[in-house]
T-cell receptor, first 113, second 111 residues
Framework: AQSVSQHNHHVILSEAASLELGCNYS??????LFWYVQYPGQHLQLLLK??????LVKGIKGFEAEFIKSKFSFNLRKPSVQWSDTAEYFC???????????FGKGTRLHILP | ETGVTQSPTHLIKTRGQQVTLRCSSQ?????VSWYQQALGQGPQFIFQ???????GRGNFPPRFSGLQFPNYSSELNVNALELDDSALYLC??????????FGPGTRLTVL
């Protein structure tokens, strides 16, 4: 069965710090990978996605993620965070021919001004 | 804005009651998926409807049921509400088997 594991439940950083949120998935076949963000009081938004091709994916707001197939990982990075990045971040996966999306439990990111 | 709308925004029910949540999919989409997001958790897949037929179901009891209409809008029905059903219910639409777009959700509180 597919599963997604996010390493950190709660991360606190100061503005301008670099960010890396870990994500590992469990699935034997080809997968699509996603990072979603949920800002306080707002709905789920797609940050970035990987379907195929270049394993380094760039998303909105300066975020990027790298798919490392051998490690079943899809870590999210940002070189310099801002206070407005305070939100909950979800890593997610689905199989190529199956739209069901499996989400991780989320990482709550708090940026100190 | 994704074009996926959900109603109502918030809902309060008591244990044992029944509830219907609604979702209008983005124009051109033929698939609707429903997810439950409990507090502090990631969304969990409830079921998916494709061309008015259920097309996959997660680990939810039969009292969670759904419908998809010819215009591809959808309803989620939950019977015999329990306290643990309190959650944010998310709807996502897609043109199968492509990327899903999420709506803003309906927050259900069961007292």
């Amino acid at each position: 069965a597919q599963s997604v594991s996010q390493h950190n439940h709660h991360v606190i950083l100061s503005e301008a710090a670099s960010l890396e949120l870990g994500c590992n998935y469990s699935y034997g076949g080809t997968v699509n990978l996603f990072w979603y963000v949920q800002y306080p009081g707002q709905h789920l938004q797609l940050l970035l996605k990987y379907f195929s091709g270049d394993p380094l994916v760039k998303g909105i707001k300066g975020f990027e993620a790298e798919f490392i197939k051998s490690k079943f990982s899809f870590n999210l990075r940002k070189p310099s965070v801002q206070w407005s990045d305070t939100a909950e971040y979800f890593c997610a996966v689905n199989a190529r021919r199956d739209d069901k999306i499996i989400f991780g439990k989320g990482t709550r990111l708090h940026i100190l001004p | 804005e994704t074009g996926v709308t959900q109603s109502p925004t918030h809902l309060i029910k008591t244990r044992g009651q029944q509830v219907t949540l609604r979702c209008s999919s983005q124009s051109g989409h033929n698939t609707v998926s429903w997810y439950q997001q409990a507090l502090g958790q990631g969304p969990q897949f409830i079921f998916q409807y494709y061309r008015e037929e259920e097309n996959g179901r997660g680990n939810f009891p039969p009292r969670f049921s759904g419908l998809q209409f010819p215009n591809y809008s959808s309803e989620l029905n939950v019977n015999a509400l329990e306290l643990d059903d309190s959650a944010l219910y998310l709807c996502a639409s897609s043109y199968y088997p492509n990327e899903q777009f999420f709506g803003p959700g309906t927050r259900l509180t069961v007292l």
